[in-house]
């Protein structure tokens, strides 16, 4: 059996084209070549006579004749110009406003030929997304065999196939490029690796790190070469996914690969150490690539500062501050938000305030996340009044609180034992479009059980599964076990057959425990009482 080469053209850093050689015997499926009629009398009159006012820019003659336009006749005289992709684009707009329903998925696909093999890409995209945006599900499939049929009969280039599976990936249609990858490998070609990345990012942003992942695999099975940006995003998907082992092995193939790794190389890898809590390592890596010759960015440094400031530790983290406006690595917002919560979680208010104002200083504007860590900080300890303030200011600076601005405000009631203030502040939240989250309800519940406002924590309960949420195991028990403790022990067994019934019972709750435990506290007081 002879081995035959892919009609693919995978392409190198340089972007000249490359015939892989793939490691199995491959045996792609001829290219179907679809004839169309020959034009005869009207039919051929009128696309000489259109092809003639084409060439000679008389447009106003042309408007004359598009009533007399059917998708046959367009077809036809699209392939008389198809040698000239501008008179080709112009005759097809001018078809799409004089008389649309003579454009067919066939009249899109010779367009699509022509464009492509001009190498007019973006054109190529434009009218792709046109077609693709109509939300028909089996629209894609049609689109593809109506191109691969004109493929031969337009004299294309597998350009047209690529544009397809790039346009896909970067509309975020996942299965309809994948769907074209299998068409294009079937008749022996390949994309190019700036679609492959195309999808892989796609994939990734989508937070679907399992089908970058999977396509990567298949990039190499077919030999696709990657590149340097090819590399980082699955380094990226790798360290979302949790395989950091996996990640570091790819960062230290580059070289073999005739890679040099770039300042995001290394922020992909810096990031994963950080967010897996190996600071050290992170560390490690950014004093690598300086003696590499790679100059940290602000990335690099907002990465290693939020890795410490998640660990509590506020003085290293305020170090990499110093350091990089030694360096003139100048912070941006995202730097001083990351600091200003950082500080604000360990209830250290004065030094957020601090470095609001330097940055206010530095001319950098402050957003909602600004506010929102000055909030939290001043609401971790009790400052419910100063918090008010800062979100008068939010109408000053055009900003619109959020859910965690209201969460922060619900922190600073929960914090000065006002359970009742706090959930109006939750009413006000959900009036206001915001979507509070578990930790919200959580900290409500355990507001109202520290004020013995047992059933306010109930009513927060109900708010919950109204939403199809419940609290955690612990947090329930705990509701559960003041209920019993203030004789209302039918109202605990209520609640917990109202969530049984929506199937809303936290996994690790044992009713007869938590009611029990409750019960025997509550006769025990009464013996000691006694």
Not at 54 to 79: C, E, F, Q, V
Not at 511 to 525: H, I
Request: hydrophobic share 35%; charged share 25%; with cysteine.
């Amino acid at each position: 059996m002879t081995r035959i080469s892919f009609r693919g053209f995978s392409t190198l850093l340089n972007g000249a084209a490359k015939i892989p050689n793939p490691m199995r015997i491959w045996n792609p499926i001829p290219v179907p070549h679809r004839t169309i009629p020959e034009p005869r009398g009207q039919d051929l009159d009128f696309v000489n006579v259109a092809h003639s006012h084409l060439i000679n820019s008389d447009w106003a003659k042309l408007n004359s004749m598009s009533t007399g336009l059917t998708p046959y006749r367009m077809k036809h005289i699209m392939l008389k110009i198809k040698k000239d992709h501008v008179l080709s684009f112009e005759f097809f707009n001018w078809v799409k406003a004089q008389n649309p329903n003579c454009q067919t998925l066939e009249t899109y696909s010779i367009i699509l030929h022509i464009l492509t093999k001009n190498k007019k890409f973006k054109s190529a995209e434009s009218v792709l997304k046109g077609i693709l945006g109509s939300g028909s599900i089996d629209l894609p499939s049609k689109l593809s065999e109506a191109i691969l049929y004109s493929y031969r009969l337009c004299d294309s280039s597998p350009c047209v196939f690529d544009s397809l599976f790039k346009t896909c990936a970067h509309m975020k249609k996942l299965g309809n490029a994948i769907d074209v990858f299998c068409l294009m490998k079937d008749y022996g070609f390949l994309p190019r690796v700036e679609s492959c990345n195309a999808y892989i990012s796609a994939s990734i942003s989508l937070q679907r790190g399992d089908i970058a992942l999977s396509f990567y695999s298949k990039m190499k099975r077919y030999r696709i070469s990657p590149n340097v940006y090819t590399l980082n995003m699955v380094m990226c998907a790798f360290c979302k996914w949790g395989k950091l082992d996996k990640a570091t092995e790819v960062f230290k193939r580059m070289e073999t690969m005739g890679f040099s790794p770039t300042i995001a190389s290394y922020n992909t890898l810096i990031a994963g150490y950080c967010n897996k809590g190996l600071l050290n390592s992170g560390m490690k890596l950014k004093n690598l690539m300086e003696k590499n010759g790679v100059l940290p960015d602000n990335v690099t440094y907002n990465t290693l500062i939020n890795g410490f400031c998640r660990e509590g530790k506020l003085h290293e983290a305020n170090k990499f501050f110093s350091e990089m406006k030694a360096k003139h690595v100048v912070p941006n917002v995202v730097t001083y938000n990351t600091l200003i919560n950082g500080y604000s979680q360990v209830g250290n208010s004065e030094m957020g305030g601090r470095l609001h104002d330097e940055m206010l200083r530095n001319g950098i504007k402050a957003d909602i996340l600004t506010y929102n860590a000055l909030i939290l900080g001043l609401c971790v300890e009790g400052k419910t009044k100063k918090a008010a303030y800062l979100v008068k200011e939010l109408d000053r600076g055009n900003l619109v609180p959020n859910s965690s601005t209201f969460s922060a405000l619900i922190t600073g009631q929960c914090v000065r034992k006002n359970s009742e203030r706090a959930f109006q502040l939750y009413k006000s939240m959900v009036r206001s479009g915001c979507h509070p989250n578990d930790h919200t309800f959580k900290m409500l519940i355990s507001a109202f059980c520290k004020n013995e406002d047992f059933d306010g924590a109930v009513q927060v309960v109900r708010e919950m599964s109204e939403r199809s949420t419940a609290p955690d195991s612990d947090t329930l028990s705990e509701l559960c076990r003041g209920l019993c403790l203030s004789g209302k022990e039918e109202l605990a067994l209520k609640l917990c057959k109202e969530m049984e019934t929506k199937h809303l019972m936290p996994e690790g709750f044992d009713k007869a425990k938590a009611v029990n435990s409750g019960a025997e506290s509550e006769e025990k007081g009464h013996v000691e009482n006694f």
